[in-house]
Each structure stands twice: as C-alpha cells, then as structure tokens.
C-alpha cells in the first residue's frame, strides 16, 4: 500500500473499533497528519484522559502510552512499536527513586511525565514541559526533588524560591544542542530568533529567546514578527511550523536534533496495532492507583 491507501486504511480501522488515533508533535508528519489529536505531552495526556473512544492508539513512546493507561484504565491503549521508549525516562528506576526520597525527606516530588509508572506511582505530583513552572510554584515544601532531567528542574528553579534538588538525567537529543551549534548559525542568520525546550542545556537556554514546550515553541513562532526562526527540539516539530506558517523559514539549530524513539514508528506499525490490536500498554493497579493520583494532581492545577 502507497502512504495515502495507508492512510486512509488506517482512518478506516480507526472508525471501525471506535478508536481515536494521539500523536505527539515528533512523529513522522504523514502520521500527524491523520491523527484525531496532536499535541505536546500535557495535550495528549489531557485527551487521553477525556476521549469517549474505547481504544486510544498512541504514536509517541511508552511513557505517554502508559500515561493514557493510567489516566484511562477502562480504555485499551496500543503503542505501535513496543520498542518506543525514552532514554530519558529510563534514567531513574523506582529503586533509585526510593533512595532519593530517603535521602531528602523533606522534599516534595514532582516527576516529569517522561518517566515510567513506577516512579510516578512514587512521586507527588507530575508535570510535563508546559507545566512544569506552575506545578512547582504551586508546592508548599521546604525543597523539592525534580525528577528525571536535571535541564528542565534547573530551568524551573529560575522560577521559584524554593530549592530544588535535580536529578541528574538528560535527554540525549536536547542535551546535545551546543552553545557553539547555535553561535554558527546565528553568524549565517543575523537577527533570527532562537526558541528551544527546557530540556536543552542551561547554557543554550540562556542565550535563547524563547524556551518552551513544543506547544510552547509552535505558538511563540506564530507570535514573532520574525520570518526565520531558529528551533531547538526535536525535527518532527517542522511538519507542523510549516503547515502553520508556510511564509516563514524554520531553521534547526542542530542536525542531530532527532529522537530515535520517536522516529521507530511507521504508519504501516500504526495500521498493524489496529488490525492486530497490539501492543496493549497495561499498568499493574497498585502502580496505577498511586501514579493517577500525581498525573490528576498536575491536571488539576492546569
Ligand atoms: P513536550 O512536553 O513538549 O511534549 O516534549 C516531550 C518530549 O519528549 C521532549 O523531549
Ligand atoms: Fe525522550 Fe528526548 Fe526522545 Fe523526548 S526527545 S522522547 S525526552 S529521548
């Protein structure tokens, strides 16, 4: 089958099981393209959590599937490529977490959602990239342990008063964006905004014009007034800016701007999930129970 038949065969199969296709903004973008829902991670994990649909099937990585199984037990949830995971989130283990909160037990835990159910299930309270400022503006703690990526908790600690204590994990695809990647460019592109993720180093943020979410970025290039923009997050981001705002140049700040877990999935994986239903992304109900309390807690304050 051609990418079109492909598509329109999945749109079919979607209609048929009564199920909504979620894609994140770094999927490839013919997937994107015939998604019900595209979002950020706080977007898609808001739909995950409303959708009337009996099968949610998610191209993004393991993590976010897990989420929607938390956050929507009732619903079957499919992740097309069982290997989708996240460097990222497999930094801290549920043992290390353990022994984190021993360490400093007064802190308070807020957890990146690009993390496993296990350590959600021990943490207070979630956030995403979107919402990591507020969340940690709205703890009452004496010190708050931020888990997993050391970027985003040292960005958020521009925010508060409140001492944070990061866990030193990173993204590889952000934590790889040098000052000098960027210092290059700007030299070819005088006058070019630059807008990047939180997860990027404190030394790239600091010389960014805007940093934030996906969502976050998306939206401040509609803003600006400027034709070329410089982005610093992962490349499935341009499907989307060039939809938006065909009359403008984006430029990545890096090639190596690429996530290989966001990447393993095809469409052909996503119409195989729904034809043969797999792969089903359960969440054991202990682990469940405690991680819906930190994933509703961060809904709550959104
Ligand atoms: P968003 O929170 O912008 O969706 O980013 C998710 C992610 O995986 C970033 O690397
Ligand atoms: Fe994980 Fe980084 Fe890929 Fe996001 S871009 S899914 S944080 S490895």
């Known amino acids: 089958m051609?990418?079109?038949?492909?598509?329109s065969e999945i749109r079919k199969l979607l209609k048929e099981k009564n199920a909504v296709l979620?894609?994140?903004?770094?999927?490839?973008?013919?997937i994107q393209d015939i998604a019900d829902f595209l979002g950020d991670s706080l977007a898609l994990s808001m739909e995950a959590a409303r959708t009337d649909a009996e099968v949610i099937v998610f191209a993004g990585v393991r993590f976010?599937?897990?989420?929607?199984?938390?956050?929507?037990?009732?619903?079957?949830?499919?992740?097309?490529?069982?290997?989708?995971?996240?460097p990222l989130a497999d930094t801290i283990s549920r043992e290390?977490?353990?022994?984190?909160?021993?360490?400093?037990p007064e802190a308070a835990v807020v957890t990146y959602v690009n993390s496993s159910a296990e350590t959600k299930a021990l943490s207070d309270i979630c956030c995403t990239s979107s919402n990591a400022v507020k969340?940690?503006?709205?703890?009452?703690?004496?010190e708050i342990l931020m888990i997993p990526d050391?970027?985003?908790?040292?960005?958020?600690?521009?925010?508060?008063?409140?001492p944070i204590i990061p866990w030193e994990g990173s993204c590889p695809v952000h934590q790889g964006l040098s000052v000098?990647?960027?210092?290059?460019?700007?030299?070819?592109?005088?006058?070019?905004?630059?807008a990047v993720h939180p997860e990027c180093s404190p030394e790239v943020i600091d010389i960014s014009d805007f940093t934030g979410s996906t969502s976050g970025i998306i939206e401040f290039c509609g803003k600006t007034d400027a034709r070329t923009i410089i982005i610093g997050t992962e490349m499935g981001i341009f499907h989307q800016l060039q939809k938006l705002y065909p009359g403008k140049v984006f430029v990545p700040a890096s090639d190596s701007l690429v996530c290989r877990d966001m990447k393993l999935t095809s469409l052909a994986d996503v119409y195989n999930a729904l034809l043969e239903m797999r792969y089903v992304i359960t969440v054991p109900e202990e682990v469940r129970a405690s991680a819906h309390r930190a994933l509703s807690r961060m809904l709550e304050i959104v």
């Open 64 to 86: 976010m599937a897990e989420s929607a199984a938390i956050l929507s037990p009732d619903k079957t949830v499919l992740l097309p490529v069982a290997a989708a995971g996240c």
């Open 150 to 162: 050391g970027n985003l908790a040292r960005y958020t600690s521009r925010f508060t008063d409140t």
């Open 96 to 104: 290390q977490l353990e022994e984190a909160r021993l360490e400093h």
């Open 22 to 30: 979620l894609a994140h903004y770094y999927q490839a973008g013919e």
């Open 2 to 7: 051609d990418t079109g038949e492909l598509q």
């Open 180 to 194: 000098e990647d960027i210092e290059r460019l700007r030299k070819a592109r005088p006058g070019a905004p630059l």
């Open 135 to 142: 969340v940690v503006q709205s703890m009452d703690a004496p």
